[in-house]
């Protein structure tokens, strides 16, 4: 179960209960907001958390195969680099 530290929990439990109070018929209590909350975070935190892990799985996989570009060196440029001198020189 995904774990909110106690002041989120508050936070999330207050969120519940002005949400009933303005779209439900009836208001819902702090007990019982905080069991739905706990509901919520054990049945479908879960799929929210892997989608997140997959997304940035994702995210890191589209840099990662960016680094080649970033950091791309060429290979055997030293006589290149006299070659391009030495025809400068030539009339």
């Known amino acids: 179960m995904i ?3 106690k ?3 508050q936070q ?3 969120s519940i209960e ?3 109070r303005e779209h439900m018929d009836e ?3 702090n007990i019982t907001a905080a069991g739905l909350l706990g509901f919520f975070l054990e049945e479908i935190g879960p799929s929210i958390y892997n989608q997140a892990v997959a997304d940035v799985q994702e995210r890191l996989q589209a840099r990662v195969s960016e680094v080649d570009l970033e950091v791309h060196e060429d290979e055997f440029g030293y006589w ?3 070659q391009a001198r030495d025809a400068k020189r030539k009339p």
């Open 3 to 5: 774990e909110l530290p």
């Open 7 to 9: 002041d989120v929990r």
């Open 12 to 14: 999330a439990v207050t």
């Open 18 to 20: 002005r949400y009933f």
């Open 27 to 29: 208001p819902i209590g």
């Open 80 to 82: 290149r680099k006299y």
